[in-house]
């Protein structure tokens, strides 16, 4: 494993970049959120899982599939970036649970939080929402989630996870829709209309649909999925709605030798993409569209600004609403707050909707008033969401900024740039690596290992190592760190992957 | 509000049934549970929400649609069946947050569950339980969940809500046809097959179907919201699959008096039923039926075990899996664990599938080996589930068990079954109640009204007499306690209804 010298030394190789090297340590100290974190890794056993791991796995397996565990982990023992499993490895977690924890494991701030009097009595009295909300709920909404409400969007729908998040999103951009054709909200539903989608067919069920990219993930529900298009082995024999798919731009790297060849891609995409708003207007017409600011479990693909802003325009141009997936992406971890900013949207061209789910704890959908529906229950569950992972949000929310996270992921992301640039042109990575992307995203780097059995292999190995890391699409590798993650945790990150890039 | 004297009056005025009256205080006191739980509703404001209520409502509006909040609450200061609004009303809460409270508001036993370790730290380091499950997983499972496994059944995927447990067993079955279909789980998909999947076409994407019946209610996300029924304002303006709907008997109440009606309607409706699963084999085959053993938001709509049994045995006969939907009614209210219980199945015709959520906190599908998808990720998602529930459900099955709450339901059901025949065949209800039912069913009973306008009236006057009590279908009252409602509370509801009644 590297030592903080070595790092230094990678550092001062230079990178192609010409900006100075961040100084991310000057900003924030994960001591303050995490006072007695693990200074390294700790492998100790041969393989990863260990034998007890093993054991704990075939035991759930007897009640639930069991081959697609990682390692079953110690969640009492973990401790801010590292994760602790059944046989006491200790390893850098740079995965997150699925980029889902924000700040690390067991925070004393947000241990104390859940002690709470207040947090217990939210987690033992759930109530039914949009019924019988506590008297508390302005408030902690006020005071939380609402204060990272997306530019433009004052309203916020709850939802207990990201894929049920994006269906109100389609739901709501359906009746909205439909509610346009008629003209305005006071006209009546038609007895032909309720009398047909109770039989689930047109008119009252009608034939509109949701535009989606290539590659792009919205969830696993028979909506969400429609809308998925990440991997077969996600959408096999589940039967989905005829909904069409634009192509996302398959860019070139590094980003600044193919400058005129990505243009001519995302030109080629949003022609096509807009052929198809075109097109399906005599058929299925597109109610939404929905877009990720990063296609994260597709394969970790972006697209420039420009590209972005020009979906969003075109979909208004085209009458379709616009929702940005930032289940993903949200909080922080591209280093803005939420993804999109970087976009450059003006006033007036804010999306319609913003989702968001996983580091946020709670799940739910941030939107404009002109897409309530009309009348009462027609968005409408049990539930609506979770009353304690909102007072989480609001805890976590409130760490985030008083520690100043957001910019300090930037600048650790910087400086993981620079790093991996000089570490990915060396001769240690030639043949292995490419495709080195995601700079200027914060800390959610990727790259693309040489066959997913490379891919696959480089994983097991960095686990073997003391790294939890993650993969996506065909052959990536995607960093997913926490927010407290830091110089002295990117130190032993790059070393690393050095380590096992020469191994392999 | 009728004295505990009155109650006993109607009892001994006697009831159409020969059993003898119920001595439910014997077996179970909230007192062990509750210990200092209200004796009887206190009303303070006029109107029910009062003005704190409506200011509380009016900013939540301002964020979220309000329009339908019932009222409130204080969660703090509720306990037991009575739940504190936002005014200091306190009312007897027959609807339990749309039937998901258990035990009852602050139960003692569970705040003190809820600042343990265990939980604190299963609430701040959610993990993505498919990859990452703790190393208490298993243990979780088989001290709490498994121990109420419905029988036959002793797999179980856990999700975060009905809506995703119906969903997840609509995947299974949709996966295990395909496997039929195929031959064995070792045949390999075609690249046909997952080329058109990403497309969302046939063969990739199945032309199957889920049947369900009139008047059914399954959820509201895009698949379960397909097989939902209830009412034009749940579906209308949502694409939705073209999948059948079978009818559900229109029983005629009371039962003694229309058995050979009754019986001609559920043969009709089983008719009708193996017609279109038969029928839809050239069309969009049934891969799966759904059905609630009451069907509840739809109206509260009862059949025999018979006809139940014979859903069940017909869809073997064709092929299709068998869901049973018990988000409502299981967890002991209907005077079972799970409701199909009554139903008498034999060995091997167990359903494929039982879902739960609501009442149990955790969410999930119980089923069998058979339906665990053949490959990995393929019934996958970040969460899976949220442990702090599963926690929470293990300690209420306790409760649930050592306080013999199932048969305490079952014996306040009769109670309340025999009072209520009392009442609704005296005059002050001619005219006003049909349809009681429920009789067998707990404390699940419910009746109709003589019009959704009187209906809502009712629910008004009942608000505003100290009781909080639900509707479902078009003008139903239906009722939904707790299962530490007891005695002392049947006299309150029971006194209070009649009282309304009288002033409608």
């Known amino acids: 494993m590297l030592a903080r010298s070595t790092i230094r030394a990678l550092r001062t190789r230079g990178s192609a970049s010409p900006r100075p090297l961040p100084q991310a340590s000057r900003a924030f100290s994960s001591l303050d959120l995490i006072p007695d974190e693990p200074v390294r890794p700790s492998v100790v056993t041969d393989k990863v899982p260990g034998p007890k791991g093993v054991a704990a796995s075939a035991e759930i397996d007897a009640i639930q599939d069991a081959r697609t565990h990682v390692v079953v982990p110690n969640y009492e023992l973990s ?165 069409p798919c634009a192509p996302f731009p398959e860019l070139r790297y590094p980003l600044s030798e193919y400058v005129a060849e990505n243009e001519a891609e995302e030109k080629r995409c949003l022609e096509e993409y807009e052929q198809i708003l075109t097109e399906s207007k005599t058929t299925r017409p597109v109610a939404a569209v929905i877009i990720e600011p990063i296609l994260s479990e597709g394969g970790d693909k972006h697209a420039s600004n420009s590209f972005f802003r020009s979906l969003r325009l075109i979909a208004k141009k085209h009458g379709a609403f616009f929702i940005v997936d930032e289940v993903q992406t949200g909080v922080g971890a591209t280093g803005t707050f939420w993804a999109h900013e970087k976009w450059g949207l003006q006033e007036g061209e804010e999306p319609d909707f913003v989702t968001f789910s996983k580091k946020m704890q709670a799940a739910g959908v941030f939107h404009k008033k002109e897409t309530r529906p009309n009348a009462p229950y027609r968005n409408y569950n049990t539930w609506m969401g979770d009353p304690i992972r909102i007072l989480q949000a609001r805890e976590m929310l409130k760490l985030i900024k008083e520690n100043d996270l957001v910019s300090h992921t930037a600048q650790t992301g910087a400086l993981l740039t620079s790093s991996f640039e000089s570490l990915f042109t060396s001769s240690g990575a030639a043949g292995k690596v490419s495709n080195f992307r995601g700079q200027g995203e914060g800390t959610y780097l990727a790259w693309d290992m040489a066959s997913p059995q490379m891919r696959d292999h480089f994983l097991g190995k960095m686990r073997l190592n003391g790294v939890q890391i993650g993969g996506c699409g065909e052959q990536a590798v ?27």
């Open 478 to 504: 995607r960093l997913r760190p926490m927010l407290t993650f830091g110089e002295k945790h990117a130190e032993v990150l790059v070393g690393t992957v050095e380590k096992v890039l020469t191994e392999l």
């Open 79 to 243: 401790k801010g970036n590292y994760l602790v499993d059944a046989d006491g490895n200790v390893l850098l977690d740079v995965f997150a649970q699925i980029s889902s924890i924000a700040l690390g494991y067991n925070v004393p701030a947000l241990l104390e939080m859940a002690r709470s009097d207040e947090f217990v009595k939210a987690a033992m009295n759930r109530p039914a929402l949009g019924s019988f909300p506590p008297i508390q709920w302005a408030s902690w909404l006020k005071t939380g989630l609402l204060t990272v409400a997306p530019k433009g969007l004052d309203q916020l729908v709850t939802t207990l996870c990201g894929s049920s998040a994006n269906e109100t999103a389609f739901k709501c951009s359906f009746m909205a829709y439909r509610q346009r054709e008629r003209g305005s909200p006071e006209v009546a539903f038609t007895k032909e209309e309720m009398d047909s989608c109770m039989l689930n067919h047109s008119p009252g069920s009608p034939q509109l649909s949701v535009l989606s990219f290539k590659s792009g993930f919205h969830g696993r529900l028979f909506g969400s999925l429609s809308a998925t298009r990440s991997k077969a082995i996600h959408k096999i024999d589940i039967p989905a709605f005829d909904w």
